[in-house]
């Protein structure tokens, strides 16, 4: 051994134990040129690779150093045995994680053969005596896997697949219909940014081939704002590209939303957008402005405008049943979407609604008007009653530094007050200027004439040149301009006028409102709780943002008008649609947002056409992640779809519990388990913004894979992982109302975790290394489950217990059903780990069903109910029904999980994911078919329950009522030093010679 040689490896030595891998390896190979002798070094060398997940020049250093030896091999037999094990590992994981092909090892079948043989043959001596059982268990996996070597690159692909359509939530016990007709975000231009957080795209700084790739996805689209807005953007970007650029300009814009409805309603306004296109008419190209107004943010409409909807709609049914559908050349729904969205035009075609009760369930919720206090509790009423007063201190102060002229233009001050008088009578009548000047300028805003309309009427004013098609509408609206309200004869003219004539904007309605299970107590009418004229004001804010006006507020002026706004608005995005005809392509899709971008991701997308984009330039993900297990679902199953490139992002923002959070911290740590900071290191992707709980969050993917040293250490993986396994299996409590937090995350969604993790730069033995740990069906972890009420505090990563073991065996059936059904596809080894039971054949992985009756029925009433069916948060127990009965698990859970006894392992089991749930009728869930036989000679029963009050759900169904309906297709977490007697890194460093 050189001299040099021996300093290279001692300084790789060092780094090795600081957990440097990569700069270890450096030296170990620095070492071997020096000494190329010797097989020390190269054996270091492997481990080192080992450690950092470097497989393929792992097993390359591990068969030098054999070449080495080989000819002696009885000299070093405990380094013969080392090389034996760490060759044996890094083959299996190499070939999991696809660095390892089939063809190198058939071309290195003899050294590996010969190297197997010898460690077999050779005791080993000394204090390292090889590990006989280690021996076996790892050259059996291998040999396991080499007899089927073929299939880890033929049925890779057929498993993802199949892993994609795994459920990654949790089901709720009734199957909710969120219809959100008319939204309510700031209009939103994806090539300019996101809300208040500018970020322009500079379209003509790309390169040609990137041109053509320009990709936005919408999801959930809702009522396609931020699509025409966008639309808008990218017209304006394209004209000032150069002839050349132009030509390889190409946009793709895929609005996604889960509900059929919602896309019905953006088809409708699409076609009549294309039909704008389509005429030159001036009084015809108003009525269809004036109709894709009133359907974009009316409640009801005029007779000519509801004629041109249903006219639309009858269209939109002809087109999308026609085979293939036809459509503009820029516009494609995903032929698996087709059925619902005809559905829904269907229901709108036959629907008869009376105009008269719609307007009786409108709301009128403006802004501009205080909020109605006979709703508001202690605590929110003082709040409110704190804000107000300080809200008339505000206007006094204004009104005291206010120049009295200014005081009359603005109408607070009578002009009929001599200049001399002006002050004196603001002094002496301060209370009612204050008053008047509030509700003129209500919180500071201004107030639009059209808006003291609306709370007459409750109908948009319709544009000037139609105005005389509507008795008694140029009378009212004169004398809103002149007195600010109407008297009772001109108010009774214009209602007559609108209950017998108008109609009711059909396109609010859907199915679920004439169905009494999804919507009880309902009369068939949607509530229509909005503040249409905000749309309106943001439209206009739109509309100005390149003009002298862009940095006035929203509602700047007294005559702002919603039919002009809109009208500019829709001339804008029709003119855009035209230019870019053939230049963009918008792509309607069906589908929950990230069960969508999964299937993208893993190219089982098989209904979308090949040449769409997977990943996307940028997305907004609107308030979707509210109820998807925020940024951890986000992160995991989003961001891989974002492009790489600097200006490729996704954003969204919190709108159902962003009362619920303290802070952006306790935000993401709720779903993440993580601060903002934090995210970037132990989940490679960069937290642009973290102000969720006040604009926007803004993410982007870094590049992949990172290197180990930018990543966190393989304790702290551990540690994490264990909090987020512990969590999702035992999920805690929420809040109710406003204040309810979403975690669906089910172990399907775990998985996906420890997939994307790998993909980020884990190594594939660590993410084995905690999995086999679970498989073996208990865990030595100092980590609790968090058993407060969400959010959950950030002092809750701080918490620690005594250190126990802690039971899996719960909840490794469901294991064994991920792991069946993405066995070829797992990007680590996990045979050695697998029990021996478990069906490793995605095939054998099946789905039941079963008919259901309810143990008891759940209120659908209140947004305030703590165990409304609609939460996403049931569970399947399987159990043994001659051992107990359901309450002997579901009551007794947590203690199980803490190391109860009884009942014993083998005897129950819990499901966190389901393909189906209605608790009144119907369950379907994925098992071994193999299983379940075995499971026939014994009485087994399943039932439903919430996994956070414990309630149950459904009647025991006994399994011989069970019926297959489909077949398929296609101790841990220490991170304190000093709490385990040993570490990862204490037996890694047993590798070094």
């Given amino acids: ?126 204090k390292t005596k090889k590990p006989d059982e280690d021996f076996t268990r790892v050259w059996d996996e291998w040999i396991h896997m080499e007899s089927d070597l073929k299939s880890y690159d033929e049925k890779r692909e057929a498993c993802l697949r199949g892993f994609s359509r795994l459920p990654m939530f949790c089901k709720p016990l009734a199957q909710e219909e969120l219809y959100f007709s008319i939204g309510h975000d700031p209009i939103i231009d994806l090539t300019a940014g996101w809300l208040n957080h500018p970020h322009p795209l500079k379209i003509d700084a790309l390169p040609r081939d990137k041109l053509s790739e320009l990709a936005f996805l919408f999801g959930g689209v809702g009522d396609g704002r931020h699509v025409l807005a966008t639309v808008c953007g990218l017209h304006a970007a394209y004209k000032q590209l150069s002839k050349a650029k132009q030509r390889s300009f190409r946009a793709h814009l895929t609005l996604l939303d889960i509900d059929h409805s919602m896309l019905a309603r953006d088809l409708c306004m699409l076609l009549l957008l294309h039909q704008l296109n389509s005429t030159s008419n001036t009084i015809i190209r108003t009525e269809i402005k004036a109709t894709l107004m009133y359907t974009f943010i009316g409640a009801v409409m005029p007779p000519y405008c509801f004629e041109r909807l249903r006219t639309i709609i009858g269209d939109l049914r002809r087109r999308l049943t026609a085979t293939p559908p036809e459509l503009p050349p820029w516009l494609h729904v995903v032929p698996e979407s087709i059925p619902a969205i005809i559905k829904t035009l269907e229901h709108w075609s036959t629907l008869k609604k009376s105009t008269s009760r719609t307007l009786e369930n409108h709301r009128y919720m403006s802004k501009l008007n205080p909020p109605d206090v006979s709703r508001m509790g202690a605590d929110e009423l003082r709040r409110w009653n704190m804000f107000m007063t300080q809200e008339r201190e505000s206007t006094k102060e204004f009104l005291h530094s206010a120049r009295d002229a200014d005081l009359v233009k603005i109408g607070v001050i009578p002009e009929t007050v001599p200049p001399s008088r002006r002050r004196g009578y603001l002094l002496e009548n301060m209370e009612s200027v204050v008053d008047d000047y509030q509700k003129l300028y209500p919180f500071g805003q201004v107030r639009p004439i059209e808006d003291l309309w609306y709370q007459e009427l409750k109908v948009l004013l319709p544009p000037e040149e139609l105005r005389s098609r509507h008795p008694g509408f140029d009378n009212a609206w004169r004398t809103i301009v002149t007195q600010k309200n109407l008297d009772r004869t001109l108010r009774r003219e214009a209602l007559t006028h609108i209950n017998e004539e108008w109609k009711p904007n059909v396109t609010l309605f859907a199915p679920k409102y004439s169905d009494p299970k999804r919507y009880p107590g309902g009369d068939g009418y949607p509530p229509l709780d909005a503040d249409v004229l905000e749309t309106a004001a943001c439209i206009d804010l739109f509309n100005r943002r390149t003009g002298p006006n862009a940095h006035k507020q929203a509602r700047y002026s007294i005559w702002i008008l919603a039919s002009e706004a809109c009208g500019a608005f829709f001339e804008e995005t029709a003119a855009a649609l035209k230019a870019l005809a053939d230049r963009i392509t918008l792509e309607v899709l069906c589908g929950g947002l990230s069960e969508e971008l999964y299937k993208m991701h893993v190219k089982a997308d098989t209904a979308r056409s090949k040449e769409f984009p997977r990943k996307y330039t940028r997305m907004w993900l609107s308030n979707v992640p509210d109820y998807v297990h925020g940024p951890m679902n986000t992160i995991v199953y989003n961001i891989p779809n974002v492009q790489d490139d600097t200006q490729a992002a996704l954003a969204f923002n919190c709108l159902a519990n962003v009362g619920a959070f303290v802070d952006d911290d306790e935000y993401f740590h709720t779903y993440t388990l993580l601060t903002p900071p934090e995210i970037r290191r132990y989940m490679g992707c960069q937290v642009m913004n973290p102000r969720v709980t006040t604009e926007v969050a803004v993410l982007r993917p870094l590049a992949l894979s990172r290197p180990l040293t930018e990543l966190a250490t393989q304790d702290e993986l551990k540690t994490w992982l264990t909090r987020v396994l512990f969590n999702t299996v035992l999920p805690a409590r929420s809040k109710m109302g406003m204040s309810k937090v979403h975690v669906p995350h089910n172990l399907v969604a775990f998985f996906g975790l420890l997939l994307y993790l790998h993909g980020v730069g884990y190594p594939s033995h660590w993410l084995c290394e905690l999995l086999a740990r679970i498989l073996s069906g208990s865990v030595h972890s100092d980590i609790a489950p968090f058993r407060g009420e969400y959010p959950m505090p950030l002092s809750e990563r701080a918490r620690r217990v005594q250190p126990r073991r802690v039971r899996t065996d719960p909840w490794l059936v469901e294991l064994e059903t991920i792991i069946a059904t993405a066995y070829y596809a797992l990007p680590f080894s996990l045979a050695g780990a697998i029990p021996d039971d478990f069906s490793r054949d995605p095939r054998d992985i099946v789905v039941w069903g079963v008919q259901v009756k309810p143990a008891r029925l759940f209120s659908t009433q209140s947004m305030f109910n703590p165990v409304s069916p609609y939460d996403f948060r049931t569970h399947l127990l399987f159990y043994r029904s001659d051992l107990m009965g359901p309450p002997a698990v579901i009551n007794h859970l947590a203690s199980i999980f803490e190391g109860k006894a009884s009942p014993a392992p083998g005897t129950f089991f819990i499901l966190t994911s389901q393909e189906h749930v209605q608790y009144e009728t119907s369950i379907r869930f994925r098992l071994s078919r193999r299983r379940v036989e075995k499971m026939r000679k014994e009485k087994w029963s399943m039932v439903a329950y919430r996994n956070d009050s414990g309630h149950q759900a459904t009647v025991p169904v006994a399994i011989e009522h069970w019926a297959l309906i489909a077949d398929s297709d296609g101790d841990f977490g220490l991170s304190e030093s000093g709490l385990a007697s040993r570490t990862v890194y204490e037996s890694a460093l047993e590798e070094l010679d």
Wanted: aromatic share 6%.
């Fill in 1 to 126: 051994m050189s001299q040099d040689a021996s300093a290279l490896k001692e300084r790789g030595n060092e780094l090795f134990k600081a957990r440097k891998m990569s700069e270890a390896a450096s030296y170990y190979e620095k070492a071997e040129k020096a000494d190329p002798s010797s097989p020390v070094y190269p054996s270091n060398l492997s481990a080192a690779l080992y450690e950092a997940g470097d497989y393929l020049r792992c097993v390359d250093a591990v068969l030098r150093s054999w070449k080495l030896l080989e000819t002696c091999p009885e000299a070093q037999p405990d380094l013969v045995a080392k090389l034996s094990i760490r060759l044996a590992k890094a083959l299996c994981h190499g070939v999991s994680a696809r660095a390892i092909t089939h063809d190198l090892v058939t071309r290195r079948q003899d050294e590996i053969c010969k190297l197997q043989d010898c460690a077999t043959k050779l005791p080993a001596q000394g």
